[in-house]
Structures are given as C-alpha cells and as structure tokens.
C-alpha cells in the first residue's frame, strides 16, 4: 500500500485566501484524523473521522476551519479565509478503527504570508 | 497542566550511549501507550506500541509502562546517528476513541 497521502506538500499564500488541503487515508482504514503541528504547540488533534462521519471537532481553532470527508478514500480539510497564525505543518493519519495504531502522511506545510 | 508531559529536550548523545525518553500522564483512561519516530519533515512514524504495564523489547528498542505511576519510558540501546529524530509519546483513550501526544524530545546522536 502507498500509504497515507497527502497533498500539496507545500503550501505557500497569501493573507485572506482559502486553502485546501487532501488527504487519501490507506485503503480499508475507518478511522481519520487532521492534525496541525507548530513549535510552539506540538501536535494538535484538530478533528477526526470513523466511517466518513465527523466525531470529534473540539480541536478545530475557529470556523474558518472546515473538514469533510465525502467518502472512505477522501478528505479535505479548509481554511477560509487563511492568516498567517495557520502557518504550520498538517498531517492526516488513518487507522483501522479509531483506538488503533495510526499512520501518518509526509504532512502539508502551509506557510501563510 | 497538560494530560501528557514529556521531557522537553533536546537530548545529545555520543554513538553507542543508552538513550531514555521519558513520558508522564494524569489520566487513568489511558489504555495504549505508543512512541513514534518523526524524522525531520517528515510525518511520525510508529515506533512501539504496549497495552500493559511492563516492558516490551524490539531490536535496541525497549518500551516501558508503569500504569501505577503514570509513567512510560522508551530506551534505546546503542544508538546510532541513525537515531536523530524527534520522539513522540502517544497515549489512547479507548473511551474517547482518540490519541493524545506528548511534545517530543528531539534527540541527536553524534558520531
């Protein structure tokens, strides 16, 4: 399997503009999750999936930020209208079921100017 | 105060020295208990994974958990350059069905 993947891999824009980020779980994973990670904050859970269905999205900092999941094998997660506070790496990761193991991808690191 | 600490680092160490990465928690709830290796930009890899108390050996890698002290541990034996990463405890309450993790201790072993 490929893999958890994600994509852009870089992100680069400018104050006020939206942003989409993707993310491909591993074929045959339930489970989602969005994660932001910063210095300053470490690793974030900002929102997570079981069976395409939003569970938890008290990590989510504000309503410019949306996550969907239409299907098993896609997510995406918005940010709109971006700020430069949201400079950061995000991953996604996937897992069988939500308690089990997850797997990360390479990460988006979105740099907001 | 956070539910996962972890000692903050960084940590450098010569070739071949015993490494110990260290993690404390508060809540009881936990049940799993995980270490992964993040390489720099790149994404956590899982490294170990426990469910109970005790230790568990993979290789130079031994993973400890003492639930009665809210503790775990991750020691590296011989380490190697190889070894510089960012080490991350992970923690999961299967209740909540989600993972909670620590900072990192970002660690460099020289050659």
């Known amino acids: 399997d490929a893999g958890v993947i994600q994509s852009p891999r870089h992100e680069v824009t400018e104050m006020g503009q939206e942003v989409t980020l993707r993310c491909k779980p591993i074929?045959?994973?339930?489970?989602l999750f969005w994660y932001r990670q910063t210095m300053m904050r470490g690793l974030e859970l900002l929102i997570y999936?079981?069976?395409?269905?939003?569970?938890?999205d008290s990590g989510m900092p504000e309503d410019r930020f949306s996550a969907k999941m239409p299907n098993a094998s896609f997510s995406t997660l918005k940010i709109q209208p971006s700020e430069p506070r949201d400079s950061a790496v995000y991953f996604c990761a996937s897992s069988v079921d939500r308690q089990d193991i997850q797997y990360f991808g390479a990460g988006t690191r979105l740099s907001v100017l | 105060q956070k539910e996962v600490e972890q000692d903050p680092g960084p940590l450098s160490v010569p070739e071949g020295a015993i490494v110990s990465l260290n993690c404390t928690y508060s809540?009881?709830?936990?049940?799993?208990f995980m270490w992964y290796r993040q390489y720099s930009r790149k994404g956590p890899e899982l490294l170990m994974y426990t469910y109970s108390s005790g230790n568990k050996e993979d290789g130079r890698f031994t993973a400890q958990v003492d639930k009665s002290s809210k503790y775990i541990s991750l020691f590296i034996r011989d380490s190697q350059p190889s070894d510089s990463a960012t080490y991350l405890c992970?923690?999961?309450?299967?209740?909540?069905?989600?993972?909670?993790f620590g900072d990192g201790t970002t660690l460099t072993v020289k050659p």
């Open positions: 809540n009881s709830a936990f049940q799993y």
């Open positions: 992970a923690m999961t309450n299967t209740n909540a069905g989600k993972s909670t």
């Open positions: 999936f079981n069976n395409n269905v939003p569970i938890d």
């Open positions: 074929s045959g994973h339930n489970s």
